[in-house]
């Protein structure tokens, strides 16, 4: 079966411990990306990359920091510099063109809490 | 200011009643996406519009998108229970990311 998976489905943390969350597609799509997402709230997008070893910087990059090494793979570390880190991470994928995004398919998330 | 926004951001409407959910967006696009939130979970695609007046429809949804208006709407006919959840508009504003809105909860009451 074609899909995202994340792991953790739950992560718990103590304040200034960096933690990676993991990230994996089998959908064979070039273009990958985290989101954070408050209770209530919309998604913000962290980091994206359309190509293995590139990867650009979102509305809410700091704190956070990334790695494209393989096609199949997109991990997101979580910084202690990160002020505000509990949340629900969730990851997704599309096919990449030149000038276009694609539909998204996302993951089942991270909820992670730092004490 | 690349912008995407929803309205009503709360929605609280009777079974078999029928609502819209208007998403407006700030500059040219051809393409936008809906997704579907349960509560605790990730986001599910619903309907995916690539052309002005395109018009999808699945159950008792139905989306539409005006790209000379630069809006999209979401229409729920003779609402259920099983509708309740959040509903987010995405749309491609930039060419390399999605920008969406902040959704809108719906809860479908008996």
């Known amino acids: 079966d074609g899909g995202i998976t994340q792991s953790p489905k739950y992560l718990f943390r103590k304040e200034g411990q960096n933690v990676t969350l993991s990230c994996e597609q089998n959908l064979n799509h070039d273009a990958m990306y985290w989101y954070r997402q408050d209770p209530g709230q919309g998604l913000r997008l962290i980091y994206y990359?359309?190509?293995?070893?590139?990867?650009q910087k979102g509305d809410i990059a700091e704190g956070y920091s990334v790695s494209r090494e393989k096609k199949e793979s997109f991990p997101l570390t979580v910084t202690s510099a990160q002020k505000n880190p509990t949340a629900f991470y969730l990851c997704a994928s599309s096919i990449a063109a030149t000038l276009r995004v694609y539909e998204q398919y996302f993951g089942p998330g991270t909820r992670l809490t730092v004490t | 200011e690349l912008k995407v926004e929803q309205n009503p951001l709360f929605l609280s409407m009777q079974e078999g009643k029928n609502y819209t959910i208007y998403c407006n967006y700030s500059t040219t696009s051809d393409r936008l996406y809906w997704y579907r939130q349960d509560p605790g979970k990730s986001l599910e695609s619903l309907f995916v519009l690539l052309s002005n007046g395109a018009v999808k429809q699945e159950g008792r949804l139905m989306a539409s998108l005006d790209t000379k208006a630069r809006l999209s709407t979401l229409h729920i006919t003779a609402a259920v229970h099983d509708l309740s959840a959040t509903y987010f508009c995405a749309v491609d504003l930039s060419g390399s990311r999605l920008t969406f809105g902040e959704g809108t909860q719906l809860t479908v009451n008996p």
């Open positions: 990359s359309q190509i293995v070893n590139d990867f």
